[in-house]
Nanobody, 114 residues
């Protein structure tokens, strides 16, 4: 079973940037995605990227501000987040897309202050 570890979160002011990283313990063939869960809300899709790295897809709420990328040689996926807004505050997770691995990582907390 692949294990996922997210990192790179933190506290940032509105308009700031963060770069999240996701390291997998094994090969992550296929598409990988980022998801987020705000306090009291359900987990939601943020973005996904194919194995080839082409044609990434974003949720409407982050399109134009976030960029997903991956390094298959390092079994890693990244999320560059620019122009952050308070509504981006959440725990961010990575996982296989569209069918996630059974086990999720701990996630990384992103807090955006206004």
């Amino acid at each position: 079973q692949v294990q996922l570890e997210e990192s790179g979160g933190g506290l940032v002011q509105a308009g700031g940037s963060l770069r999240l990283s996701c390291a997998a313990s094994g090969r992550t063939f296929g598409s990988m995605g980022w998801f987020r869960q705000a306090l009291g809300k359900e987990r939601e899709f943020v973005a996904f990227i194919k194995w080839s790295g082409g044609s990434p897809v974003y949720a409407a709420s982050v399109k134009g501000r976030f960029t997903i990328s991956r390094d298959n040689a390092k079994n890693s996926v990244y999320l560059q987040m620019n122009n952050l807004k308070p509504e981006d505050t959440a725990v961010y997770y990575c996982n296989r897309y569209p069918t996630p691995f059974t086990s999720w990582g701990q996630g990384t907390q992103v807090t955006v202050s206004s």
